[in-house]
């Protein structure tokens, strides 16, 4: 698996060993030792994921993440947290700012190599299932999803009160997420929004990665069922 990869931790030592580990298991990795110095990287070099310490001096990887997913250029970057911080509470924090893996020093660098590897795949994949060269036309997946909603409405799946699943969309999240849901392509979505493709595809690749799914339909289907649209 290829990929360039950001990794920001102040400590030299376990920065090098990590930045080897990942080059020789095919990787292109940039390095920073700080959030500021990694912000800097992340414009310049638009990597494919990051790795970030959480403990960091000035400005810590919470802060560092929040930064990120305020910016529309990296809302839907994958990001790891490698902290010596590994109480459950802390854990919690992560994701809830926004992370997609979190692993605790001291840490196995095949396990690293396999979240990084699994990470990308994933992002790959619903890159894929989000452009529009490879999606159905709209008619087709208004049909879809139509048929979707008729399912689940004679199961009794669709919720009627509030989703017992909990996902922190951003605002443009859900607004993605509800014309998606409506059967609209990114083209026609980007319009609504008046925003580019590209950041309508980021937008639906992050929804694929905070809802586990890998297409379409999955991700409608999904969100009628857990009461995360109407």
């Not at 376990?14 to 959030?35: H, I, K, M, P, W």
């Not at 139509?146 to 919720?159: D, H, S, V």
Request: net charge negative.
């Amino acid at each position: 698996m290829e990929g360039r990869l950001l990794l920001i931790d102040d400590e030299p030592g376990l920065r090098e060993a990590v930045q080897a580990y990942l080059e020789d298991s095919g990787f292109t990795v940039e390095v920073a030792s700080n959030a500021r110095d990694g912000w800097e990287l992340l414009q310049q070099t638009s990597p494919d994921l990051v790795i970030s310490d959480i403990m960091m001096p000035q400005v810590d990887g919470y802060q560092f993440l929040k930064q990120m997913r305020e910016d529309e250029r990296f809302q839907a970057l994958p990001v790891v947290f490698l902290t010596a911080r590994g109480m459950t509470s802390d854990r919690i924090q992560g994701y809830q700012a926004g992370c997609d893996a979190y692993l605790s020093k001291p840490f196995d660098p095949d396990e690293l190599v396999a979240i990084v590897s699994n990470l990308l795949e994933r992002r790959a994949a619903a890159n894929r299932a989000a452009g529009d060269g490879d999606a159905p036309d709209i008619a087709d997946m208004a049909r879809q999803i139509a048929e979707i909603r008729a399912l689940l409405t004679q199961r009794g799946a669709i919720a009627q009160t509030p989703s017992p699943v909990r996902i922190d969309f951003t605002p443009r999240e859900q607004s993605v997420l509800e014309l998606v849901a409506e059967g609209l392509m990114n083209k026609e979505i980007a319009r609504r929004l008046e925003t580019s493709v590209r950041n309508v595809e980021k937008y639906v690749s992050r929804l694929f990665s905070k809802t586990g799914t890998n297409s379409r339909t999955e991700l409608v289907r999904y969100a009628l069922e857990h009461g995360l649209t109407k």
